[in-house]
């Protein structure tokens, strides 16, 4: 972020552009601001949505994974064995309380 607004970008543009190539990198951030000069919506601070995704770990992983196991030996292999265990917060009645503004992903 320092780089960004040491090179004179705006704070707001800095955040949305760091937000929205995932903090990769100071040069990704600035190819994502001139790609996105002529863009009207570009200082629009307006709310955006996002889809969060948790990934269990440690003892909450473990009670899923022996879960996971336990269905496949009562239920036999589906669907829901073929991925990474994971919780999407994201549905259509709960689409309001997953917004928030333009900034660090870090900070969510």
């Excluded at 972020?1 to 090179?7: A, E, N, P």
């Excluded at 200082?43 to 996971?68: A, H, N, T």
Aim: with cysteine; net charge negative; glycine share 6%.
């Amino acid at each position: 972020m320092d780089i960004l607004l040491r090179m004179g970008f705006p704070m707001d543009r800095a955040e949305k552009a760091l937000t929205c190539t995932g903090d990769v990198s100071v040069p990704a951030a600035i190819d994502w601001i001139l790609s996105h000069k002529d863009d009207p919506l570009l200082d629009v601070q307006d709310q955006r949505e996002y889809l969060v995704y948790l990934c269990p770990s440690g003892p909450l992983l473990e009670k899923i994974e022996e879960f996971l196991n336990k269905t496949v030996e009562t239920s036999g292999r589906n669907g829901a064995h073929l991925h990474m265990p994971h919780i999407t917060m994201c549905h259509a009645s709960l689409s309001a309380f997953i917004f928030c503004n333009d900034g660090p992903g870090a900070h969510l």
